[in-house]
Structure formats: structure tokens, C-alpha cells
């Protein structure tokens, strides 16, 4: 492993000498610039901006640009010799719980790799974390920048994941959607059951295919073979008019492919069975009710005035959803 950063984890009185590498590679497949023309490869050369000359990278330095356009330069000596302990150093400072963590938050992950003589109190701190379910706090310098890092227990190695700090992160709420939505219970509860249908996901069990693809293009481009375009892929025929009609599709489909021993929560007819009963038993304005308006409206019911007699109600209608539930099965 090549080492990202080389240093010593703080951990009270405990020195633990590391080297920081990273968790992941890309299987990206890298594209060249090319000149269309005639498929020369295309260059970038880097040049000063006052003689117009092409400068080799040992000529190229570091420089801050003020607001009047002035470059101050900052060479690396100056850099290394800033009184900065976490250039050198992970000090922990504290522990939390990695679920008081936003994951918004979490920014790369890296493997810390103990150095010589640190195997001993590497796993003493290995040990520790994992026992007492709780991750590091610490900082370090890295590309330029000082990092919040978490160190925590994976497997047999500690992995120390930066963070953005605090500061950093922006608010999600204008994301959010506008407006009051409302929702009724048995549409939650369909949600609910098309979740457990669908199934826990095997990470391991997704591939990626655009890779594959592009793989594949440039294995026929290079072999001379013809290349036949793939069909574009129909957009969705409109929007979904009855959410509770595409739920209850979408958990039929779901329990088709994964055949009659998955295990899900079957949804309830009771808002069907409370359509029937209020036109029998309520006056005639609450039959002309919409069926939204009476799925919207049950649920504040359920802990406001009038409890009682809701639940009188149900009491009549059990019979009915029951009768229901023998059809839906027959």
C-alpha cells in the first residue's frame, strides 16, 4: 500500500505510528483528449503568462492571489515549517457514537496501516473501539488541508474517515417538498409492505454497467466490428394518477419475482370496508365525501373529540373487514 500520509495517532499517552492509504480504486476507463480532425492527441501545457513561456513543473511554485491580482508565494518549506501538530499527528481528542454522525457528513475513507514497532497498541486501540462501540474524534493535515477525521473499528484494521466540518454543511431544507402533503395510513402502510417485498439488497450482487458498456464499445471500435446502436429507452407514459394503484402494482410485482415464500405485510382493506359504512350508518353529506377527503380526515380522529364513537364504529365494521379479507383472498 502507498502510503497517502505517514504520522502517529495520539490516543492519550499512547503513540501509535500509522500510514494512512486509501480504501478504493476507480475502474473508470480513462478517455484521451484527441483533435477531431486528424486524432491527434491533445495536450495541456502550462505557460507564464508574462513571456509566454512553456514552463516544466519544477519551474511552476505556489502563490496566493490578493484582491489587486498581487501572487505571494508560498513555498513548501514554509508550509511544513506552520506550527501545525496534526501535519505529523492524529490527537484524539474524544469519542461519539458513529450514529450521532450525520452521513451527510462523511467525506473519504481511508485505511490506517500501523508502522514499525506500532502492531501492539494498533490492536489495543482496534480492540477497544470495537468493544465499546464507539469511534475517535481527531484532526489531520491532509492535501493541503486540515481534516476532522473519524477512526473506527473495521474488521482487523481502523479506518479513518474525514468529515466536512460543521461549517461546511449546508442546510437540506430547501429541498424539501413545498406545501402541506397528506398522506393516508394505509398508503404509508403499502409503502411499508413493498419495502419488505423488494427485500434487504446485496451490495455485492450490483455491477456496474456503464463501465461494461463502454468496455465493450471500445473493444468492437478497436476489433473493426460494426457497431449497432442500443435502442433508447421509452419514457414513462405519464404520471401516476392513484398512488395507492401503482403501490399496490408495484407489491404484486414484487411478490411475483421473488416468488410465494417472500415474506411481506399484506395491506389492509380497512379504508374500502370505511367507504361502505359511513353511507349506511352517517348522514347524506358525508356519503358524497371523496374518497381522499375520508382517508385524510380518519386519522386526526384517532386522538381528537369524538374517540369514542370512532371506536364504537370500528367495533360494527369488524365483521365487515373480515368478510372483506375472504373475498380478497378467494
Given at each position: 500500500?502507498?502510503?497517502?500520509?505517514?504520522?502517529?495517532v495520539?490516543?492519550?499517552?499512547?503513540?501509535i505510528p500509522?500510514?494512512?492509504?486509501s480504501t478504493?480504486?476507480s475502474?473508470?476507463?480513462?478517455?484521451?483528449?484527441m483533435?477531431?480532425?486528424?486524432h491527434?492527441?491533445?495536450?495541456?501545457?502550462?505557460?507564464?503568462?508574462?513571456?509566454?513561456?512553456?514552463?516544466?513543473?519544477?519551474?511552476?511554485?505556489?502563490a496566493?492571489e490578493?484582491a489587486?491580482?498581487?501572487?505571494?508565494e508560498i513555498?513548501?518549506?514554509?508550509?511544513?515549517?506552520?506550527?501545525?501538530?496534526?501535519?505529523?499527528?492524529?490527537?484524539i481528542s474524544?469519542?461519539?457514537d458513529?450514529?450521532d454522525?450525520?452521513?451527510?457528513?462523511?467525506?473519504?475513507?481511508?485505511?490506517?496501516?500501523?508502522g514499525?514497532?506500532?502492531?501492539?497498541?494498533?490492536?489495543?486501540?482496534?480492540?477497544?473501539?470495537?468493544?465499546s462501540?464507539k469511534?475517535?474524534?481527531?484532526?489531520?493535515?491532509l492535501?493541503?488541508k486540515e481534516?476532522?477525521?473519524?477512526?473506527?473499528?473495521?474488521e482487523?484494521?481502523?479506518i479513518a474517515?474525514?468529515?466536512?466540518?460543521?461549517?461546511?454543511?449546508?442546510s437540506?431544507?430547501?429541498?424539501?417538498?413545498?406545501?402541506?402533503?397528506?398522506?393516508?395510513?394505509n398508503e404509508?402502510?403499502a409503502?411499508?409492505?413493498?419495502?419488505?417485498?423488494?427485500?434487504?439488497?446485496?451490495?455485492?450482487?450490483?455491477?456496474?454497467?456503464?463501465?461494461t458498456?463502454?468496455a465493450?464499445l471500445?473493444?468492437?471500435?478497436?476489433?473493426?466490428?460494426?457497431?449497432?446502436?442500443?435502442?433508447?429507452?421509452?419514457?414513462?407514459?405519464?404520471?401516476v394518477?392513484?398512488?395507492?394503484?401503482?403501490?399496490?402494482?408495484?407489491?404484486?410485482?414484487?411478490?411475483?419475482?421473488?416468488?410465494?415464500?417472500?415474506?411481506?405485510?399484506?395491506?389492509a382493506?380497512a379504508?374500502k370496508?370505511a367507504?361502505?359504512?359511513?353511507?349506511?350508518?352517517?348522514?347524506?353529506?358525508?356519503?358524497?365525501?371523496?374518497d381522499?377527503?375520508?382517508?385524510?380526515?380518519?386519522?386526526?380522529?384517532?386522538?381528537?373529540?369524538?374517540?369514542?364513537?370512532?371506536?364504537?364504529?370500528a367495533a360494527k365494521?369488524?365483521?365487515?373487514?373480515?368478510?372483506?379479507?375472504r373475498k380478497?383472498?378467494?
Amino acid at each position: 500500500m502507498k502510503p497517502l500520509w505517514s504520522g502517529t495517532v495520539s490516543f492519550g499517552l499512547v503513540s501509535i505510528p500509522v500510514r494512512l492509504g486509501s480504501t478504493v480504486s476507480s475502474h473508470k476507463i480513462p478517455f484521451r483528449q484527441m483533435h477531431k480532425a486528424d486524432h491527434g492527441p491533445v495536450r495541456y501545457r502550462k505557460k507564464c503568462e508574462l513571456d509566454d513561456t512553456v514552463l516544466n513543473p519544477d519551474e511552476i511554485g505556489r502563490a496566493y492571489e490578493t484582491a489587486d491580482g498581487t501572487l505571494v508565494e508560498i513555498t513548501d518549506d514554509e508550509l511544513a515549517a506552520m506550527p501545525l501538530p496534526t501535519a505529523k499527528t492524529i490527537e484524539i481528542s474524544g469519542f461519539l457514537d458513529m450514529a450521532d454522525v450525520p452521513i451527510a457528513q462523511y467525506n473519504s475513507p481511508y485505511v490506517l496501516q500501523p508502522g514499525p514497532g506500532g502492531d501492539k497498541p494498533y490492536v489495543l486501540m482496534r480492540q477497544a473501539l470495537a468493544r465499546s462501540g464507539k469511534a475517535a474524534v481527531g484532526k489531520v493535515a491532509l492535501h493541503n488541508k486540515e481534516h476532522l477525521v473519524l477512526i473506527y473499528a473495521y474488521e482487523d484494521v481502523l479506518i479513518a474517515h474525514t468529515l466536512h466540518w460543521p461549517d461546511e454543511m449546508k442546510s437540506p431544507a430547501e429541498a424539501a417538498p413545498t406545501g402541506k402533503v397528506e398522506l393516508a395510513d394505509n398508503e404509508i402502510k403499502a409503502a411499508i409492505a413493498l419495502i419488505d417485498a423488494l427485500g434487504e439488497a446485496d451490495l455485492d450482487a450490483y455491477e456496474d454497467r456503464y463501465t461494461t458498456a463502454v468496455a465493450d464499445l471500445v473493444r468492437a471500435k478497436v476489433d473493426g466490428a460494426e457497431i449497432t446502436p442500443a435502442g433508447t429507452p421509452a419514457p414513462a407514459a405519464g404520471k401516476v394518477v392513484d398512488l395507492m394503484q401503482a403501490l399496490e402494482a408495484s407489491l404484486a410485482q414484487a411478490k411475483e419475482n421473488r416468488g410465494e415464500d417472500a415474506t411481506v405485510h399484506d395491506i389492509a382493506p380497512a379504508k374500502k370496508t370505511a367507504k361502505k359504512a359511513p353511507a349506511k350508518k352517517t348522514a347524506a353529506s358525508h356519503a358524497s365525501t371523496s374518497d381522499t377527503h375520508s382517508r385524510t380526515r380518519s386519522t386526526p380522529k384517532a386522538g381528537g373529540e369524538g374517540k369514542k364513537s370512532t371506536a364504537k364504529k370500528a367495533a360494527k365494521r369488524a365483521p365487515a373487514k373480515k368478510a372483506v379479507a375472504r373475498k380478497r383472498s378467494a
